[in-house]
Each structure stands twice: as structure tokens, then as C-alpha cells.
């Protein structure tokens, strides 16, 4: 089953039953994010945007039209966005992919600068490191500072690397909703977990001992069964319905450079540099000493906390992909009040509604947590209550429910709420929600 990949691979493709979709609808008239108060984007207007490729128009247009969502969006996708408004003053006529290609040189340099404080406080730790694991380390940075300075460089192939990007690929489909699409990637996703299998011990992506993987990588009987598998899915993907899929395209294209020990041009990816330094590390018989190379690699930017890492990791990707990242941070999910994987229930009395990118933070952080850092939460949850009370007094949970058989949206739904964030809520400072306007 394609599963979409947030931090982990958690949430169903097949969406929230037991009500949270009825529930999601009221986006279309206006719900703040129960975290941050924000106005939550109704997915369909995403949905719409993409399927017509609205994010092709010239830049001017654009920007006029998403200007209206600028409320939705979080602050570092509004920076982004205000800077690609800027872009449009002087250039109408140009593409969102052109005016973040515009934006990039000035973007990278910051960039640079905000990570190198980072890597020099890494590398200032390595000097402590036993012999072998430095010399580890020292083949991890020299293919990072390639990436960093978009230098080409040869990379090991990776086939669990190679089907958990083909994931996020197909996570992303969801927002078009597209049944015929995700079926298709559904097929290209079991078709891969087929061919690529059982990858020979110590052939997993770089960062232990890089030079010795490539090695064994060419030998003669790994590199051709490596080029058979990407061959055969090749053969598959190119009378698939989504042969013209640039994401999927480009992924081949790097994958086979990997596969046959040709340079490519990576970016960097923070995420992919935390978890290879983890393996580095992980050797470490002094946990503490470990645990600050884990802390000081945390600090590096990421694109959802500085604006510059936001236009890097974006400005060689398509206008769809591009115009949908700015918006999809307040775009409306069903958030799970006590996440499943502690023990929440899939029903609507367990569900809130907020952003994609709070609920992507929040994943399996408790309630009570949650608002002991972010004490906002308690009046942000009463500006939802009040909306909701409002929504069900103008008949919208009515109208959202219609041909729903089985499923009704009431005011009991508001009710219970208020009573499971009360429960949840912090021990010694409950959040006890004004519901008077609902019985007025």
C-alpha cells in the first residue's frame, strides 16, 4: 500500500475513515489550525491548482492568486513566498521554477554560511575520534562538501535508498488525488519491491566505509545484477501511465549513474547526512560524546526553519512541485489527538484538524508535551472550538454530511473534543474550553 512519508512511513494511503474525511470538508469554509491558529487550506484547492497546471502560469498570475492563501501559510514558506513576490514586481512574465533559479545564487551563499558554523563545530569534534572511524568520517565529509558545492561525485547504489525515495514520490501524488495515478504508482511500487531485494550485506547507501562499497559495487556479478533489476523496472516504468513523470525520470537518471560508478550532481540532504554520521557514531563506546555529534548535527538548516534552505531544496524542481511546498505547510489534515502510534484511536472523537507541517511535527509527541512547549495551543484551541460552534450553527456539519450513510458530523463531535483535550491536556494546568456559544 503507498504510504506517504513524513518523518516516518505512518499514515495509510488509503486516508482517515471513521469520519475525519466529513471532517477534513469543513476546511472549505474556513477552520484555523487547532496549534497555531492559522486558517487551514481547504486540499482541494491544491488538488485543483495541480491537476490544472496552474503553477505553469506566468509568475505574475501566480503570485495574484496565491496571494489569497497567504494566511495558511507558515513563516518560513511565507518569506519564501514574499521573495517570490518580489521576483514577480520585475519579472511577470517568468515561471515560479525561474524565479527560484533567480533567487538561488543569493540563497546558496547564505545557505553556506549558516551550515559551515555547524560543520566546523562537527569537525571540531571529529578530531577526538579513534583512527578508523576518522578516516570514515573524513570520506563522508569529502562527498558532502561536494554536495554542498554542487561538484559531481560518485555515489553507491543504494536499493533501499531507491524505494523509500520512490515512496516520497508517490506521497506526494496524494495531493492530486488522482485514483488513476496513485493506482499506477501503487503497481511501480509493488513491481520495485520485487526486483530490488536481498541487497548484499554492506552495499547499503554511503557512509561506513565508502571507498570498499563502491569497490564491491563493481564487481562484475553485483554491477550486473544491479543493472538487470534497473533495467527490467526501466522496462516497466516506460509503458507505465507515468512514463512522463519528471520526479520519477530524474530519479533513474541519478539511480543509473550510481549503479554504474558515474559522477552525478547530488544536493545535499541534511537528513541523509544526520543518519550516515549516526552510522559513524554508533561505534562510539562513549554514548555522551556520540549524542553531540547527533545534537551539533540537528543545528544544521533545514527548509523548515530558514528560508534559504527552503529555496536551495527547491529551485531545481518543477513548478508544480515548487508551488505546491509553499502552500501544503497550512494545508488542512487530520491531526490524531493522541497519535496512533501511542494508543490513539482512528475516531472522529480522537481527531483535530491542523496543518500538514504541524501535524508532520507533532507526530508521536504527547498532547500535554506539545503544549508545555507551546502554551499558544490553549487559546489556539479555543479559536477552533469557536469556529466549529459557529460552523454547526450555520449548518455546515449538516451540509457536509449529506449522502454520508453511516457517518454524521454533529454537535457532539465539538463536545467531545473539549472533553478529550481536557484529558490530555497538561495535569496541572488543564485546558478547559468555553462552550457556552454552543448552547446559547
Not at 549524542?291 to 531545481?316: G, H, Y
Not at 487530520?334 to 483535530?352: E, F, R, T
Request: positive net charge.
Amino acid at each position: 500500500m503507498l504510504k506517504p512519508v513524513l518523518d516516518r512511513d505512518t499514515v495509510s494511503f488509503s486516508g482517515v475513515s471513521n469520519g475525519g474525511d466529513i471532517l477534513k470538508k469543513l476546511s472549505a469554509y474556513g477552520v484555523p489550525d487547532m496549534y497555531t491558529g492559522l486558517m487551514l487550506l481547504d486540499p482541494k484547492i491544491i488538488e485543483r491548482m495541480q491537476n490544472s497546471n496552474f503553477f505553469r502560469e506566468p509568475l505574475g498570475k501566480v503570485v495574484r492568486v496565491m496571494s489569497n492563501y497567504e494566511n495558511t501559510m507558515m513563516p518560513i514558506n511565507r518569506e519564501a513566498f514574499n521573495s517570490v513576490k518580489a521576483v514577480a514586481k520585475k519579472h511577470p512574465d517568468i515561471t515560479l521554477s525561474e524565479a527560484f533559479k533567480k533567487l538561488y545564487p543569493q540563497h546558496k551563499q547564505k545557505l553556506l554560511r549558516a551550515q559551515q558554523t555547524v560543520f566546523e563545530e562537527i569537525i571540531r569534534l571529529a578530531c577526538d575520534l579513534p583512527k578508523d572511524l576518522y578516516e570514515e568520517f573524513s570520506e563522508l565529509m569529502n562527498i558532502t562538501n561536494k554536495r554542498l558545492l554542487n561538484d559531481p561525485v560518485v555515489l553507491p547504489f543504494s536499493e533501499r535508498e531507491f524505494l523509500y525515495k520512490l515512496r516520497r514520490i508517490g506521497a506526494e501524488m496524494l495531493i492530486r488525488n488522482n485514483p488513476h495515478e496513485l493506482h499506477a504508482m501503487q503497481r511501480l511500487i509493488s513491481v520495485a519491491n520485487k526486483i530490488f531485494h536481498n541487497e548484499p550485506k554492506g552495499s547499503r547507501a554511503y557512509g561506513r566505509k565508502i571507498k570498499k562499497k563502491l569497490e564491491m559495487q563493481m564487481q562484475p556479478e553485483i554491477l550486473k545484477r544491479n543493472s538487470t533489476n534497473l533495467a527490467e523496472f526501466k522496462k516497466i516504468f516506460e509503458i507505465s501511465p507515468l512514463r512522463n513523470n519528471e520526479d520519477i525520470i530524474k530519479l533513474l537518471d541519478i539511480t543509473s549513474a550510481k549503479v554504474h560508478g558515474f559522477p552525478s550532481y547530488a544536493n545535499f540532504e541534511r537528513k541523509s547526512f544526520i543518519h550516515e554520521l549516526k552510522k559513524i557514531t554508533r561505534k562510539l563506546k562513549n554514548r555522551k560524546f556520540a549524542q553531540e555529534f547527533t545534537e551539533a548535527s540537528w543545528r544544521l538548516p533545514t527548509s523548515k526553519d530558514n528560508v534559504s534552505a527552503f529555496i536551495v531544496k527547491f529551485s531545481d524542481q518543477s513548478n508544480n512541485k515548487i508551488g505546491s511546498n509553499l502552500l501544503l505547510s497550512g494545508m488542512c489534515s487530520i491531526d490524531h489527538l493522541i497519535a496512533k502510534k501511542n494508543g490513539g484511536p482512528s475516531k472522529l472523537l480522537n481527531y483535530g484538524l491542523s496543518g500538514q507541517e504541524i501535524n508532520r511535527q507533532k507526530t508521536n509527541i504527547y498532547f500535554d508535551e506539545w503544549v508545555r512547549k507551546h502554551p499558544e495551543t490553549r487559546k489556539n484551541c479555543q479559536k477552533y472550538v469557536d469556529r466549529m460552534i459557529e460552523l454547526y450553527k450555520q449548518g455546515f456539519f449538516e451540509k457536509v454530511s449529506k449522502k454520508q450513510k453511516n457517518k454524521r458530523l454533529d454537535k457532539s463531535y465539538i463536545e467531545n473534543f473539549a472533553k478529550t483535550i481536557y484529558e490530555i491536556s497538561p495535569v496541572e494546568n488543564r485546558i478547559k474550553l468555553d462552550l457556552s456559544k454552543l448552547y446559547e
